[in-house]
Structures are given as C-alpha cells and as structure tokens.
C-alpha cells in the first residue's frame, strides 16, 4: 500500500489538499570531518531519502505519525514545546515547530505522515532529511516555495540538532539536503555557507554505497573527543603564530611543526589534507577526471584510518575488498566513522559481480551481511 492511501485511512479523505513531499539523504563524496573545521566539503544528495504527506487542519494541532517508528507526536502551536525522550524522532520535528514559532512564522495546523527508505544507523543523513522536510512542509502552507529559504532551512535543522537534540553537528547534512542539484555535487565552504554546483557525470561509472551494517554505537562519543582535539590543535598553532585563526583548514601543512602531542597532530594533518583532497576534487570531476578523483578516494579513506583514527574493522575491511576488484576506481569510508557505510565507483557494467563479491569476502572475514545501494545523485528537498 502507498503512502497516500495509509494517509488517507489514517486522516481520512479529506476535501483539503494533500500535497507530498520527498527528503532525500545524503552522502559526503570527499571531505570528511572537515566541516567543524571550517574547510571544503563535496556532498550530495541521494535517491533514498524520507516521503512526507501532508494535509491542513482547521485547528492549531500538528499531527505527525511515521511509518517507521510506534509512537505518534502531537504539537499544539498554543501551548510550550519541549524535548521529551519518549517521543523519539518526533523531537527533531518538534524542534523545528518551536523554532519556527520563535522565529516568527504563523505555523498552521497540520496533518503529516513520513516514510523512509534510508538505512537507519547507516550514517546517510537521515535526522538532517527529517528535520529539512518537516521545515519545508511547515513552510509550504504559509509560504510560496520559490519563498522558502533554503539556507535558513539549513541553519534551522543544525540549531535543533545542537540546541533541542543535543548533537554537536556540523552544517553540511542539513545544507545538502536542503540545496543539492541533480548530477551535482555542492562544494560547500563550511565557514561562510558559500557553495557552489560541480558537475558530477559519471559516464560509464556507479556510485554504490556500501552499508557495513555495523551500527555506529562509538559515532558520538568519538566524535566530540576528535572535535576536541582539533580545538586543542588549533590553539597550539594560534598561540605559537599568535596569528588570529578562525578554524583549522585556514592552517597549512607547516603549522604543524607547533604540534608536540602526537595525536592533536595526526588529528590536524588529516584536517589539512582532507580540505586540499576536497578542492583537488572538485577540480577534477570538473574536468571529468573520475581516475583521479578515484586515487582521492583512496587517500582520504587512508588519511581517516591511520590520522584521524575513525574507520575500524568494518569499514576498511568493505573498502579494502571493494579495491581488490578491477575497474573499481576508488572507495572510502563516507559519514562519521565507526561503522555506516562506504562509497565505491564502479564501472556500470561490473557492479552486480562487484557487489557479489564484496559481500561474500566482506561476510567471511566480519560475520555481518552488507547492503548495497546503487545511488544516483538527486535534487534537495521537494514537493512530488
């Protein structure tokens, strides 16, 4: 059954207009962990992602009901929003009602139901897509959608994550989401929000993700120490130049001779280098160079590995068995580490023998089975 009709013998079939929607996820080509740290990333939006439907209400109730999840969340846009643990994925659209509200807007009263097809824990962006859709939803009844400000749209999700959630995110989730182009990557400047569209054809080449399907438990926990480190990193170099930094990727590989502690200097010429491999990139899917954006592939996946210390067992393992096989012309780890998924590009016409591999050598030496996923790049955040 659609979503449309479970909609309609959940709401009814009401005389108001229905109107759907589609978030899509999103993966990070080249750029890992640079965006708290002020650098490049190349980010695009993917074909799985989250459906919404929608219809108005008469009253100031927002009804919001998921297909993936039990529980269903009920807002009243009279009455005080607050973070409630039992409420689960409704606080990151909770999150987005009370922000909206403090911002301003007159929200009206809805009805929504979401389903997605992302793979939950895969790293893929899924609360930055719900948090965009349910934003762009809201604001789609009160505003024309050539009126709806995506990068408001963007700023919006990252405050619930760190403000409402708790999570320590940077903005690259939520801007892709909001702002990808189809064939496109964004090259995205973390520090001024500046993007700009680079053509990514792949002529005779997939993007497959590859999902470990070992759940990312060390992900958060991980994530704020590296965070840390960086900090600690820069402040070295800050107070040895006394030179007046913004972020780590405004440093050069020659700042590092400040650096004593060994781990804060792996940590920052990762930083370094992963913003160099970014715009290098960029540079070469301009020029339809996918070899070589292949070996930066590669670089970067060994650069997270050994430097910044956030793959583990799965990961390489699914990367390493994806570069034995020929006409893969590169593959890394993509999101924050510590299981999720990985990327590979695959020449077209090898990529069911190239997964049947990958998942018989993967399974023999992890014991988990992989899901492959053969993406294309998407528009952002849309009404269907």
């Known amino acids: 059954m659609d979503l449309l009709s479970i909609f309609h013998n959940i709401y009814g079939k009401s005389e108001k207009t229905i109107l759907q929607f589609f978030s899509p996820g999103r993966i990070n080509l080249i750029g890992e962990h640079v965006d708290y740290n002020g650098g490049y990333v190349l980010p695009g ?3 799985l992602g989250i459906y919404g439907v929608m219809s108005p209400r008469n009253d100031t109730k927002i009804y919001l009901k998921s297909m993936d999840f039990p529980n269903e969340v ?3 846009l009279n009455k005080a929003i607050e973070y409630k643990i039992e409420d689960g994925w409704g606080n990151y ?10 911002d301003g807007y007159s929200l009206k009263g809805c009805n929504i139901l979401i389903k997605g097809d992302l793979p939950n824990g895969a790293g893929l962006s899924s609360s930055a897509a719900l948090e965009v859709l349910i934003g762009y939803m809201l604001l789609f009844l009160i505003q024309k959608p050539e009126e709806i400000d995506k990068k408001y749209l963007a700023l919006l999700g990252q405050r619930v994550e760190n403000k409402f959630i708790g999570v320590n995110s940077g903005i690259m989730d939520q801007f892709t989401v909001a702002n990808a182009k189809k064939d496109h990557a964004l090259l995205l400047n973390t520090q001024h929000l500046s993007s700009e569209y680079i053509p990514c054809y792949l002529n005779g080449y997939s993007l497959v993700i590859m999902n470990t399907n070992k759940r990312r438990e060390l992900a958060s926990s991980n994530y704020n120490q590296r965070r840390q480190e960086c900090e600690n990193a820069l402040e070295t170099i800050k107070k040895a130049k006394k030179a007046a930094l913004n972020n780590l990727c405004e440093c050069t590989l020659d700042d590092l001779k400040y650096i004593k502690n060994e781990v804060e200097y792996k940590r920052a010429r990762h930083v370094i280098t992963e ?8 540079n070469l899917l301009k020029n339809n160079d996918l070899k070589g954006f292949g070996e ?18 799965e990961l390489d393992t699914i990367v390493e068995e994806a570069l034995k096989i020929p006409n893969c012309l590169g593959a890394r780890m993509t999101g924050a580490g510590f299981g999720g998924c990985a990327i590979a ?3 077209e016409n090898i990529v069911d023998s190239f997964i049947k591999s990958v998942s018989k050598n993967y399974h023999q030496k992890t014991k988990l089975t992989p899901e492959f996923y053969i993406t294309t790049l998407e528009d952002g955040v849309r009404q269907i």
């Open 45 to 47: 939006a993917i074909n």
């Open 74 to 76: 009920e807002v009243d």
């Open 93 to 102: 659209a909770k999150g987005i009602i009370k922000y909206l509200l403090e």
């Open 275 to 282: 913003n160099q491999r970014v715009i290098k990139a960029a």
């Open 296 to 313: 930066l592939l590669v670089q970067s996946h060994n650069s997270l590995k050994h430097d910044y210390e956030v793959t583990g067992f």
């Open 345 to 347: 590009l695959v020449e």
